[in-house]
Every structure is written in C-alpha cells, then in structure tokens.
C-alpha cells in the first residue's frame, strides 16, 4: 500500500504542473475537505452516530438504515469506522450496516486493560448480542481481521459468515513481527513515543513515520508544511494542501488512536494466550479471505499484513473459504469500494445457504 502512496503522490505533484487558477484552488480544496464530503453522502444514507455500553467498555458505532441483514464492520489499526466511509452509502443499499470504533481508536474507550484480540473479541460479540440483537456478517480489516477470527470461532450462532480483509496472520507475534512494515512504523513509533516522555503524539507520529522514507528529497518540505499546518490547527488531523485524499487520509484519525494501543503490538501481546491455528482451524462458517499483495523490501521489511506462506497457512486451517488476491493495497475497502462490497454480497449469499 505505502508504494502505491507514494506513486499516486508522485503523478499528482506532476498534475500540479498542468493545474492553474480556479483548477489549483479545486485541487487544494479536494485535498482538504474529501472528508467531509464523503461523510455528507454518508449521513444522506441513513447513518447515525450512537454509543453502547459493553462489559465497562464504551464502542462508538455508526448505524444504518435497516436495509438486509446485519453486517459488523471492524477496522484495522490507525484509522477508525469512517475508513468505510466510500464503502458506506452502497452497503446502506443492502445491509444493516453498524461500523464501530475499536477500544484505543476513534470514540470508543481508550482502555489498556481492553487493548488484547480476546477482550476485543469478547466485547464484540456482546455487541452483536445487545447492539446489533441478531445473527450477523462480520467483515474484518487487518488486526479487524484477527477478531473477526475470534468472532467466528467463538460466536456460538451468532456470526452468520465472515470477509477476512488482510489480516495480519501468524505475523503479530515477537520476533516475526519485527520485520513487518507495522511494527517497524506505527508499533514502534507508538512505543518510542510513550518512552520519549512527548505529549504530542500526532506530530510525533507524522514525524518519524517510516513512510516519508519513500519520498526522497520532498521528504523535509512535506514535513515542514505538517508541522505549519499543525500549529495553525491544533487538535485536527494534520493535513497538506498539495498532497491527495489518500495521503491525507492515512494520518487522518491519529488524534484519536491511542498510542498505548500500538505498544503492544510492538509488544507482540495483542494474541497472548490466543491460539489462532487451533482458531481458525474451529471456524465452521462460510468465510472470503481476500489478500493484498505484499512485497519484501530490500531491508527485509514485510510491505504488507502477512507473506505468501503464511497466507497459506491461515486458508489451508479454514475449512470453508474463498481465498482472492489482489493489488489494490491494504485498505482494500478503501481504495476498491466497488469491489468491497461485491465480496460481501458474495458472502451473503454462502452465508444464506
């Protein structure tokens, strides 16, 4: 995903050269405000912002319009529910869609004690049983997609089917995760942070972000313009005018992403006492594992959630999966909406048999 950042952050510098006069001011604009308007068709479609008391957790969750049948969404780290946000007015269309903030993330608890798969999982399917009040679908990004694993061994009738979307399989864990691009970046960072004795852990993040790494001489400019724009809005995702939607949208949540969260991962503790073989090997539900590409760096660094190999591993456990791959990046849902929700109505229909 982070190369093909940096290569649609490169073809738009080079549009700027063609851009003048009322065309700039539309860029910028379009850089600045996508998300705004993303969540206006949001609302138009139904979705209200609501809170639920699980087990002393709180989960903040976008609703929609009881459209079909219920379908949880769960993020990965970093972003929250409005990463679904292009996914979001089609699903309306099909589902009753209810996306939730992760603990440590967005408007849910930012809770140490919640920060583990278990507890997640656990608190989860409470949610389904109190919130959602019905059998559900259960579609999972990244680390999403590791509870969503939980989820389905362990929901007891009420997780119908379950959309694997690039989970980080058998690459959490000390030391193999010491060589994937999470815990060389966010992991770390959110673990240097909470040492450095810093309060300011959104320019902290954006600082020493491994992504900049890919950016060449362009690397202290845009840097600059982050710490000029943080300063003059403070409390807000930091932004650059001159940079895309999906650039900007990387570092969009993390004033509300809990640093402490990060940690253990660099910890290697989010599965601790977890057994996701003997897991995913239990699962007795129609399942869609969909996973992105993922490259080797010449440091040895795992450019994506999880290898080939151990892609292998997790769909040979699962006995009854679709298994895709694609190149369209980590937030799949994100950058291939369209094609996000075909899945889950792909789904829907194995879960209906």
């Known amino acids: ?10 073809f738009a510098f080079l549009a700027l050269v063609a851009l003048a006069g009322g065309a700039a001011i539309a860029y910028v604009a379009n850089n600045l405000h996508y998300f705004d308007r993303q969540m206006r068709a949001v609302r138009r479609a139904g979705y209200l912002e609501k809170t639920v008391e699980v ?4 989960v903040a969750y976008l609703e929609g319009p009881n459209s079909g049948p219920a379908l949880l969404l769960i993020h990965g780290q970093m972003v929250d529910k409005y990463s679904y ?14 996306a939730v903030d992760c603990y440590g993330h967005g408007g849910s608890s930012h809770d140490p004690s919640k920060y583990s798969n278990t507890a997640q999982g656990e608190d989860l399917l409470a949610f389904i049983k109190t919130a959602i009040g019905e059998r559900a679908l259960v579609s999972g990004h990244s680390s999403g997609g590791i509870v969503c694993a ?3 061994a362990n929901g007891s009738g009420w997780v119908r089917g379950v959309l694997f979307e690039d989970p980080p399989f058998f690459t959490l864990g000390r030391p193999r995760t010491e ?28 600082e020493h972000s491994r992504l900049w790494s890919f950016f060449g001489k362009a690397k202290d400019r845009l840097l600059r313009q982050a ?10 995702p930091i932004r650059w005018a001159w940079l895309p939607p999906l650039m900007n949208e990387v570092y969009r949540a993390i004033p509300q992403y809990d640093p402490r969260f990060g940690d253990v991962f660099y910890r290697g503790a989010w599965e601790k006492g977890y057994d996701l ?38 769909r040979d456990l699962i ?35």
């Open 85 to 98: 946000a292009k996914a979001l007015p089609e699903l309306a269309k099909r589902f009753h869609v209810f």
């Open 55 to 58: 087990n002393g957790g709180s």
């Open 227 to 236: 710490r000029s724009y943080h300063a003059g809005h403070p409390g807000e």
């Open 277 to 314: 073989e003997a897991a995913l090997g239990s699962i007795r539900l129609p399942c869609i594992y969909e996973k992105s590409e993922a490259k080797i760096g010449a440091d040895g660094i795992l450019m994506g959630a999880t290898s080939d190999v151990e892609a292998a591993r997790a």
């Open 319 to 353: 006995k009854d999966v679709a298994f895709y791959t694609d190149d369209k990046g980590h937030s799949w849902h994100c950058l291939a909406p369209r094609d996000f929700v075909r899945r889950l109505l792909e789904l829907n229909g194995h879960a209906g048999r």
């Open 179 to 206: 060589s994937t691009w999470n815990w060389v970046d966010l992991a770390s960072n959110a673990h240097s942070f909470l040492e450095s004795g810093e309060s300011d852990w959104p320019l902290y993040c954006v």
């Open 150 to 152: 939980w989820l389905a």
């Open 1 to 10: 995903m982070w190369q093909q950042i940096a290569i649609g952050i490169g």
